[in-house]
């Protein structure tokens, strides 16, 4: 595995690592840099060599790299890089095959806290297990003492629902690559990261070419929300002719909810607005990160401000204001053909007679026609509300290996069946 950028998993600096192996790992090519190695394994069947760097910037640079997914392009990732979660490391892997590039992975490893997991996980499915693993978790992974850093190794992106591991034009063959770098990777931090668990997210489920490679390999399948997606009626390009394509009930109900704020006012916030307003959108933001059903990792206004800051126009901040105080914000961000709707904050009090959350997806629909986008990704989480302004579900998939090969299986046996959606689906349209 050949590190390019500032720093390595062991705190050296890449001028402290000069030798190198190249080694075959499955069909994979690899190229790692590792102390006081001076052999060269023979190639892989299929000539893949995979370079390695911990920072976008310098994959960037110096790999010929592109990706048409915003999650995955240079600003994003800066982004991330610099307003994400606390103590997140990131890798990224381009592989190629001699001069021609097939794509890149991109990693995340996240601090990991047993103290911790009772806040990040509150669905009930994935909840009742943790109640029954948590003991067997802290008697074989956390009691021993370790002067590693404890995290999960994530290959995909836990602060946003999507398909966003890797990008390139042969998912195939990228899909077959990855069991084998994500142990390469496992092998170059083991000196300073005890890895907890490894996750891969989100394969659609229409296009899922990593689920049988991962199966095989003793990774379990995660049952998942859907992620609501509402693609727009044929001819429908604006607010009026969205409108009017919905069937008179939903007509009506929009109209009401639209008055409950007929006396606020929308806005669209520069950097420094956003900065001004930090301390409320916070305390917006945080109301909403607490009731999240799965919290895995936690961002703040860094992380929405560096999006902002890295982005510029490519990110819309639109706030709610009544007068001069802000009720609620959304952030948002086109993605080829769709409009992500990312992040958000409401006040709960006045989403009790202001419908707050409801007015925030209308919001969103009208942000993604002034992009000229044909649809929106509105993420998990208040399914059958999203349905009634005509979103569906779309299925991925994610999975999980524990490291600690027996409680891999013990959790594998008591996985909890898929839960039988509690939520009816609505169609709003004529």
Not at 90 to 105: E, P
Not at 403 to 421: M, T, W
Request: hydrophobic share 40%.
């Amino acid at each position: 595995m050949e590190y390019k950028g500032n720093r390595v998993g062991d705190g050296s600096t890449l001028a402290q690592k000069k030798p190198f192996l190249h080694s075959a790992v499955g069909q994979t090519q690899v190229c790692l840099r590792v102390p006081a190695v001076d052999r060269i394994a023979e190639n892989g069947k299929m000539g893949f060599k995979t370079e390695w760097f911990s920072t976008a910037a310098e994959m960037f640079s110096e790999a010929d790299v592109a990706s048409a997914n915003v999650f995955l392009s240079l600003p994003y990732l800066n982004a991330l890089e610099l307003g994400g979660p606390a103590d997140a490391e990131f890798r990224y892997a381009v592989l190629k095959s001699g001069k021609k590039v097939f794509g890149f992975y991109y990693f995340q490893l996240l601090p990991f806290r047993l103290s911790a997991m009772d806040e990040m996980i509150k669905d009930k499915p994935y909840r009742r297990l943790l109640q029954t693993v948590k003991s067997l978790l802290d008697a074989y992974l956390f009691r021993t003492s370790s002067m590693r850093k404890s995290v999960l190794l994530v290959c995909g992106n836990m602060c946003v629902s999507g398909d966003h591991g890797f990008s390139g034009d042969n998912r195939s063959a990228m899909a077959d690559a990855l069991p084998s770098l994500i142990q390469e990777l496992l092998r170059s931090i083991g000196a300073t990261h005890r890895v907890i668990a490894q996750v891969v997210k989100d394969a659609p489920e229409s296009d899922d070419p990593i689920g049988a490679i991962l199966k095989s390999r003793r990774f379990f399948r995660l049952d998942m929300d859907p992620v609501m997606k509402l693609r727009f009626p044929q001819g429908v390009s604006d607010m009026e002719g969205y409108k009017t394509a919905l069937s008179s009930k939903y007509r009506v109900r929009m109209n009401q909810t639209k008055k409950r704020i007929e006396d606020c006012q929308w806005r669209d916030l520069s950097l420094s607005e956003m900065k001004r307003y930090r301390q409320d959108m916070q305390h917006l933001y945080s109301a909403v990160q607490d009731k999240a059903p799965l919290k895995i990792v936690q961002v703040d206004m860094d992380y929405l401000m560096a999006l902002k800051k890295n982005l510029g126009d490519g990110m819309r901040c639109s706030a709610l204001f009544l007068g001069d105080r802000m009720l609620a914000f959304t952030t948002g961000m086109q993605n080829g053909e769709e409009y992500e709707a990312h992040h958000i904050g409401l006040d709960y009090e006045e989403n009790r007679t202001r419908s707050l959350y409801l007015n925030i997806l209308f919001r969103y629909i009208e942000m993604a026609f002034d992009s000229g986008a044909e649809s929106v990704c509105f993420g998990r989480t208040a399914l059958e509300m999203k349905t009634t302004v005509g979103a569906v579900p779309v299925y991925y998939n994610a999975y999980m290996k524990l490291s600690n090969g027996f409680l891999n299986g013990f959790v594998r046996c008591l996985l909890p069946d898929p839960a039988p959606h509690n939520w009816i689906p609505r169609s709003p349209f004529r």
